[in-house]
C-alpha cells in the first residue's frame, strides 16, 4: 500500500469540519497540520471559543496552528512537507509562498458554482439573489481569490424555503 498523501489543512467554521473529517477517516491522507483562526470572545459574556476546526483536530490529537496572518508561517508549513494544502472556509488570503508549499497542489473547497459568487458570503448571496441552484466547487488556488482552475463541481438545487442553515449544512457535507 501507498503512503498517505500529507496534507495541511485550513478551515474554521462549522462548515469546515466534514471537510476535515473526511480527510481523517480517509487512509489515502494523512493531515499533519491544522491551521484556523485564533480563538475569539463569543456571546454576551465574551467567552473565549475556539473554531469548531480546531475542536476535532484536538479531539483527533492533531497538530493546531492559529495565527493572525498564515502568511507569516510558510516555514512551518513548509516543515511539514504536505503533498496538499485543503483550504475551506478559512478566512486568510494566502500569499504565492504559501500556496508554493504543497508538492502536489494548493485546494479550495468553495461553496458555490463558480465563478458565480466568488468571495465571502456565496450562500447568502445566492439565497438573496432567488438563485434556483448552487452547489461546490474544487479548485487549484492561485492568488487572486477563487479564481484558480475548476477541478471539480457538484450542483445542487435550492429549496424554495432552504435557509443558509441548511443550505450550508447540506453543502458542507456534500463538500
Known amino acids: 500500500m501507498a503512503s498517505p498523501l500529507s496534507v495541511v489543512f485550513c478551515g474554521t467554521p462549522h462548515f469546515a469540519v466534514p471537510s ?11 493531515v499533519k497540520l491544522v491551521i484556523t483562526q485564533p480563538d475569539k470572545p463569543v456571546g454576551r459574556k465574551q467567552i473565549l471559543t ?16 492559529q495565527p493572525q496572518d498564515i502568511n507569516r508561517e510558510t516555514a512551518a ?19 504565492s509562498e504559501v500556496l ?3 508538492a502536489i497542489a494548493p485546494v479550495n473547497l ?11 458570503s456565496p450562500l447568502h448571496h445566492a439565497l438573496l439573489a432567488g438563485d434556483k441552484e448552487t452547489g461546490i466547487t ?7 481569490l477563487d479564481a484558480g482552475p475548476i477541478l ?8 424554495p424555503a432552504e435557509t443558509f442553515l441548511t443550505l450550508s449544512g447540506r453543502l458542507a457535507e456534500e463538500g
Open 152 to 159: 471539480a463541481q457538484e450542483r445542487s438545487v435550492i429549496a
Open 100 to 102: 508554493a508549499v504543497p
Open 20 to 30: 476535515l473529517r473526511a480527510l481523517l477517516d480517509d487512509p489515502a491522507f494523512a
Open 77 to 95: 508549513i513548509r516543515r511539514v512537507s504536505p503533498d496538499f494544502l485543503v483550504v475551506v472556509a478559512y478566512g486568510q488570503i494566502l500569499s
Open 138 to 144: 474544487i479548485q487549484r488556488m492561485v492568488e487572486e
Open 50 to 65: 475556539p473554531p469548531p476546526v480546531k475542536d476535532l483536530a484536538k479531539e483527533r490529537g492533531i497538530p493546531v496552528l
Open 110 to 120: 468553495h461553496p458555490s458554482l463558480l465563478p458565480r459568487w466568488r468571495g465571502a
